[in-house]
């Protein structure tokens, strides 16, 4: 069994920051990308940024210079620092990861965390 569970988000005002963070644990023989989603109210989930296993990165263009992704492999954690924040970035913030199981049989599997509430006001 694997949780990914996320904190860190929050109530700020424009142009303010928050960082948030995902933990997994569980039967975890490897971590593979690891990535941040959101979904605003009355919207689709969208993806935010990724970081894969050798810390490559990938951006939405609207976050692009102001959120950055890390992650710190031996906690199996991602971390999302969000500055400059904009009332358009209010939304569930998900934590997601490529996950494969310690086993015999290692099964490998996208997983999400509970959901992170941040709300931007202007």
């Known amino acids: 069994q694997v949780q990914l569970v996320e904190s860190g988000g929050g109530l700020v005002q424009a142009g303010g920051s928050l960082r948030l963070s995902c933990a997994a644990s569980?039967?975890?023989?490897?971590?593979?990308?690891m990535g941040w989603y959101r979904q605003a109210p009355g919207k689709q989930r969208e993806l935010v940024t990724s970081i894969t296993g050798s810390s490559s990165t990938n951006y939405a263009d609207s976050v692009k210079g102001r959120f950055t992704i890390s992650r710190d492999n031996a906690k199996n954690a991602v971390y999302l620092q969000m500055n400059s924040l904009k009332p358009e970035d209010t939304a569930v913030y998900y934590c997601?990861?490529?996950?494969?199981?310690?086993?015999?049989?290692?099964?490998?599997?996208?997983?999400w965390g509970q959901g992170t509430q941040v709300t931007v006001s202007s």
């Open positions: 997601n990861a490529d996950i494969t199981t310690v086993g015999v049989l290692g099964v490998r599997s996208t997983y």
């Open positions: 569980g039967r975890i023989f490897s971590i593979n990308a």
